[in-house]
Structures are given as structure tokens and as C-alpha cells.
């Protein structure tokens, strides 16, 4: 059965065959703009104010960390229909089929942590909507909710991403309205002084948000068809993302920038207040719900991948099916509802600076990635060999994985995390660069070092059987 007819995703890990793409461009910005239009963008940015930004300064901060970051990640978005294959698979072209685990358990974790503190938000929206008191059912309801679209995959993930992005235009478009109405934004944004730390600490959110979307990105773009261009991936990405996540952080910075703002303490029940209660608060919550919704069956669809992924680098598959993937999508979202039952509010504080500080690992991963595949082997893979050990990328390539490591390491003195401050960063006055780094050192020394070392392919080397509409489209993204 083939994936463009069948309910159920058939495909998982292997290269998706011309004959099989679909779709335009225009469901990448559909998915990215309903999936960062949600309320975690909005704390993300009420955060840049709490940090001690003014507003205004706080959202200019962000724009620039959302631009910078929202490039990188669209980058890995283009390689989707060059290639075809889930993101994290690709990378084995730069880390060797088992050694790419190494930032794969990481990738992992990080989602999880994502996914339970997303679902005890969401919960509490659908516990608003059915008039539920106990946590338990929102959270199971919208675990529930998450495992069905991400077990059907693909297809009905870019469904839900262009209903997010309606209903979270209406909404947002309403609660903007309000904060100008209620409680005067544009003062909010008036006799804006500046502060360099937190205006710095503005853009690594900013920044850090878009680069948490690097290792799966390419995840939702490989059925595209081989010949689009890779210019209008990009760009449809990178619009969808920056501008709903832009919203999202701005209406986070001007609500938190309200006098004895209570959003903080009360997101949810905050929102469907200002919204004005009632009626009009149940569809708040809705929008809340499908955003969410979105974000989390990324985050469940890209994790079980990711699971597949390091799996598979023992075992050798090249293949795996529908039941398997199944399987692991439900394992990754009962974990995730697990933690969030049983987490209290100081530990989802603590997780959530446990999640953060490991945004370190992404910074190096993305820089390695996109040297290799843009500047070093210029868009050439052998795609059977990111199967076998024994191949063209072998199970370690040495010179990645130490450049990862040094990436990770070179970031620590620079790091301004409330689990850690580096000594670096206290005389940066505690601004946050650690992001910069990790992506321009260990992108230049693996530019050098892959350059001397890697031997790719004359052009892009398909699977055995498959047709080559990808190979021969190679010249026309060109």
C-alpha cells in the first residue's frame, strides 16, 4: 500500500521514493506556523521580561535570536526533500551509523522533558474546557489525543498544522486585541531603557526556541517531491516558525510586562481571563489545546523516530514497520505522561533547567550537520551506507564525534543557566553566548578537519530499486 493512499504512515526510517512525495511547500508553513504559535512561545517570551528586559527591547531580542535560529533550523528543513529520510537518520552521514547515538539520547531526553511539561499545560486547558478538577484527566485525555494523530503520522500531522494555524490566528489575533484594549499595550511598550545582559538573554531564547527544532525539522519536509527547490522549503519553514513564534514570545513579553501580572504562576487560567471569560474563554482554551497539540505530536512523532534511530544503528534495519513505529511512539508518550502525573511544581521547574541546559548538545550537532552537508560534502549522501556499519560513514567517524565533544566542552564557561554559571558568562556580566559558541567553533573546526578527512559520493547514491527522481532533481534546486 502505498504512503499517499494509506491512513496509517508505512514509511519510518527508510527513504521515502519519488514516486511516494507530496505536498507543497505551503504545509511547511502551515506546520511550523500553528505548531510555534502556542502557549509555551508565549512563557518563552515572558520570560525575556522577567530575565529584566524592558518589553520592548525584550522583543526586538527575540526577533534577532528567532531570525538567527530560524535560519539554522530551516536549513535542516531543505535537506528533506534532497534527501528524503528522517533528519536524525541523515546525520549518521556525519557521526557513523552507531556513532550517531551519541547526541541521540540527548535528542531523546530533551523531547521528553518538552512533551510532559507541555501535556501538564495542556491538560489543564482541557480540564478548564470539561469542567474537571483533577489533573490526572487533561493529562491522559490530551496524552490520548497526541498518540493518535502521531500514530497515523505524517499526513494528519500537517492536517492538525494548518488547523492550528486558523484557529490560533483567531485566537491570538483576539488576545492581542485585548492586551491593547485592557490593559493599554502601547504603554507597555513606552519609556523603553535598555540593558545589554537581558537584551543578550532575549536573543539566546529566542535563538535556543528555533534550534530546539533541528534535529527532527526534516522529519516533516521528506515527502516532499525531489525537485523542489530548496530555497522555498527554506523559506516556507523559516516564515512559518519565526513569524508564529514572534506572536506568540510578543504577547508573552507585553503580558508579563503587565503590573502584578499573575501569568507566570497561572498561564492557562491567566489567558482565559484576559480573554474575557465565558464563552470566549472556552475557545481560548481550545486554541491553547491544538496548538499544543501540535508542538506535542512533533515532539512524540520526532521522539520515537529518534528512538528508531538509535536502535537501528545496532540492529542494522534499514526498515522497520508501521506496528514498530507504533509501538515506540506509544512508549515515548506514555513515559511522558507518566512524568507528568507525578510531577509537582518545583519538579517541572527543575526538569525544565534540566531540558534547557541541554539545549547545549543541539548547538554543536546542528553545526557539524550543516557544514558537512552544505560545505563539505555538498548535498551528496550515500543513502545505503547510512545503514551499515561496514559502509561508505562506518559505525564512528572519529573526526565528527571529537568535534562534537570539543563543541560541548567550549560552551561550559559561557553558560547562564540557573543549574550552572559559567565563569566566563559572570564576567560577560551573566549574559548568555554559550549558543554562539557552539555553533561557530565547532563548525569551523569541522570544516577544516571533514574537508581533510571526508570522501563523499559524486552525487547522491540511492537505494537499491528505488527510482531516481531525487538524483536527477539535484540539478534543477541548483
Same mark, same amino acid.
Given at each position: 500500500?502505498?504512503?499517499?493512499?494509506?491512513?496509517?504512515?508505512?514509511?519510518?526510517?527508510?527513504?521515502?521514493?519519488?514516486?511516494?512525495?507530496?505536498?507543497?511547500?505551503?504545509?511547511?508553513?502551515?506546520?511550523?506556523?500553528?505548531?510555534?504559535?502556542?502557549?509555551?512561545?508565549?512563557?518563552?517570551?515572558?520570560?525575556?521580561?522577567?530575565?529584566?528586559?524592558?518589553?520592548?527591547?525584550?522583543?526586538?531580542? /527575540? @526577533?534577532?535570536?528567532?531570525? #538567527? $535560529?530560524?535560519?539554522?533550523?530551516? !536549513?535542516?528543513? *531543505?535537506? &528533506?526533500?534532497?534527501?528524503? =529520510?528522517?533528519?536524525?537518520?541523515?546525520?549518521?552521514?556525519?557521526?557513523?551509523?552507531?556513532?550517531?547515538?551519541?547526541?541521540?539520547?540527548?535528542?531523546?531526553?530533551?523531547?521528553?522533558?518538552?512533551?510532559?511539561?507541555?501535556?501538564?499545560?495542556?491538560?489543564?486547558?482541557?480540564?478548564?474546557?470539561?469542567?474537571?478538577?483533577?489533573?490526572?484527566?487533561?493529562?491522559?485525555?490530551?496524552?490520548?489525543?497526541?498518540?493518535?494523530?502521531?500514530?497515523?503520522?505524517?499526513?494528519?500531522?500537517?492536517?492538525?498544522?494548518?488547523?492550528?494555524?486558523?484557529?490560533?490566528?483567531?485566537?491570538?489575533?483576539?488576545?492581542?486585541?485585548?492586551?491593547?484594549?485592557?490593559?493599554?499595550?502601547?504603554? /507597555? @511598550?513606552?519609556?523603553?531603557? #535598555? $540593558?545589554?545582559?537581558?537584551?543578550? !538573554?532575549?536573543? *539566546?531564547? &529566542?535563538?535556543?526556541?528555533? =534550534?530546539?527544532?533541528?534535529?527532527?525539522?526534516?522529519?516533516?519536509?521528506?515527502?516532499?517531491?525531489?525537485?523542489?527547490?530548496?530555497?522555498?522549503?527554506?523559506?516556507?519553514?523559516?516564515?512559518?516558525?519565526?513569524?508564529?513564534?514572534?506572536?506568540?514570545?510578543?504577547?508573552?513579553?507585553?503580558?508579563?510586562?503587565?503590573?502584578?501580572?499573575?501569568?507566570?504562576?497561572?498561564?492557562?487560567?491567566?489567558?482565559?481571563?484576559?480573554?474575557?471569560?465565558?464563552?470566549?474563554?472556552?475557545?481560548?482554551?481550545?486554541?491553547?489545546?491544538?496548538?499544543?497539540?501540535?508542538?506535542?505530536?512533533?515532539?512524540?512523532?520526532?521522539?520515537?523516530?529518534?528512538?528508531?534511530?538509535?536502535?537501528?544503528?545496532?540492529?542494522?534495519?534499514?526498515?522497520?514497520?508501521?506496528?514498530?513505529?507504533?509501538?515506540?511512539?506509544?512508549?515515548?508518550?506514555?513515559?511522558?505522561?507518566?512524568?507528568?502525573?507525578?510531577?509537582?511544581?518545583?519538579?517541572?521547574?527543575?526538569?525544565?533547567?534540566?531540558?534547557?541546559?541541554?539545549?547545549?548538545?543541539?548547538?554543536?550537532?546542528?553545526?557539524?550537520?550543516?557544514?558537512?552537508?552544505?560545505?563539505?560534502?555538498?548535498?551528496?549522501?550515500?543513502?545505503?551506507?547510512?545503514?551499515?556499519?561496514?559502509?561508505?560513514?562506518?559505525?564512528?567517524?572519529?573526526?565528527?564525534?571529537?568535534?562534537?565533544?570539543?563543541?560541548?566542552?567550549?560552551?561550559?564557561?559561557?553558560?547562564?543557566?540557573?543549574?550552572?554559571?559559567?565563569?566566563?558568562?559572570?564576567?560577560?556580566?551573566?549574559?548568555?553566548?554559550?549558543?554562539?559558541?557552539?555553533?561557530?567553533?565547532?563548525?569551523?573546526?569541522?570544516?577544516?578537519?571533514?574537508?581533510?578527512?571526508?570522501?563523499?559520493?559524486?552525487?547522491?547514491?540511492?537505494?537499491?530499486?528505488?527510482?531516481?527522481?531525487?538524483?536527477?532533481?539535484?540539478?534543477?534546486?541548483?
Amino acid at each position: 500500500m502505498a504512503a499517499t493512499t494509506s491512513t496509517v504512515e508505512r514509511r519510518s526510517i527508510e527513504f521515502v521514493p519519488s514516486s511516494e512525495r507530496h505536498g507543497g511547500v505551503t504545509q511547511q508553513f502551515t506546520l511550523w506556523f500553528g505548531a510555534t504559535l502556542q502557549i509555551t512561545a508565549v512563557v518563552d517570551g515572558a520570560l525575556a521580561v522577567v530575565f529584566g528586559a524592558h518589553a520592548l527591547w525584550a522583543i526586538i531580542g /527575540l @526577533l534577532l535570536g528567532n531570525l #538567527f $535560529g530560524g535560519a539554522v533550523m530551516a !536549513l535542516h528543513s *531543505a535537506q &528533506g526533500p534532497k534527501l528524503g =529520510l528522517p533528519q536524525m537518520i541523515s546525520s549518521r552521514a556525519q557521526f557513523g551509523v552507531i556513532g550517531a547515538a551519541l547526541p541521540l539520547v540527548l535528542v531523546v531526553l530533551m523531547y521528553l522533558g518538552f512533551a510532559s511539561t507541555g501535556t501538564v499545560l495542556s491538560g489543564q486547558a482541557i480540564n478548564r474546557i470539561l469542567h474537571v478538577d483533577a489533573p490526572w484527566v487533561g493529562i491522559v485525555v490530551f496524552g490520548l489525543l497526541t498518540f493518535v494523530v502521531a500514530a497515523v503520522g505524517y499526513r494528519w500531522i500537517h492536517g492538525l498544522g494548518r488547523i492550528a494555524t486558523v484557529l490560533g490566528m483567531l485566537g491570538f489575533a483576539w488576545i492581542t486585541i485585548r492586551i491593547f484594549t485592557v490593559y493599554d499595550g502601547a504603554h /507597555l @511598550l513606552a519609556d523603553a531603557t #535598555f $540593558g545589554a545582559v537581558p537584551f543578550l !538573554l532575549a536573543i *539566546a531564547l &529566542g535563538a535556543g526556541w528555533q =534550534l530546539t527544532f533541528g534535529p527532527y525539522v526534516a522529519d516533516y519536509s521528506r515527502y516532499l517531491p525531489a525537485d523542489t527547490p530548496a530555497r522555498r522549503t527554506f523559506t516556507a519553514t523559516f516564515a512559518g516558525s519565526v513569524l508564529g513564534s514572534m506572536w506568540a514570545m510578543t504577547i508573552g513579553a507585553l503580558l508579563a510586562s503587565i503590573p502584578h501580572s499573575s501569568f507566570l504562576d497561572n498561564q492557562v487560567g491567566f489567558v482565559g481571563e484576559l480573554a474575557g471569560g465565558g464563552l470566549i474563554a472556552l475557545v481560548i482554551y481550545l486554541v491553547i489545546v491544538s496548538g499544543k497539540l501540535t508542538i506535542n505530536t512533533l515532539n512524540a512523532y520526532g521522539g520515537a523516530m529518534t528512538m528508531l534511530t538509535t536502535v537501528t544503528g545496532f540492529s542494522r534495519r534499514s526498515v522497520v514497520r508501521p506496528a514498530l513505529r507504533l509501538v515506540f511512539v506509544f512508549t515515548f508518550l506514555a513515559l511522558s505522561v507518566v512524568i507528568a502525573l507525578a510531577a509537582s511544581a518545583d519538579f517541572l521547574d527543575n526538569f525544565k533547567n534540566f531540558v534547557l541546559l541541554l539545549l547545549m548538545v543541539f548547538t554543536p550537532w546542528s553545526a557539524i550537520n550543516l557544514v558537512d552537508f552544505y560545505l563539505v560534502s555538498r548535498e551528496r549522501v550515500d543513502i545505503p551506507a547510512l545503514y551499515d556499519p561496514k559502509g561508505r560513514y562506518g559505525a564512528f567517524d572519529v573526526p565528527a564525534l571529537v568535534t562534537y565533544v570539543i563543541g560541548i566542552l567550549v560552551q561550559i564557561p559561557f553558560l547562564a543557566q540557573s543549574m550552572y554559571t559559567g565563569p566566563l558568562t559572570k564576567m560577560l556580566g551573566g549574559a548568555d553566548v554559550s549558543w554562539i559558541v557552539g555553533l561557530v567553533v565547532p563548525g569551523a573546526i569541522f570544516l577544516v578537519w571533514g574537508r581533510a578527512t571526508r570522501r563523499p559520493p559524486e552525487r547522491t547514491i540511492l537505494p537499491e530499486g528505488a527510482d531516481d527522481g531525487a538524483a536527477d532533481a539535484e540539478e534543477v534546486r541548483r
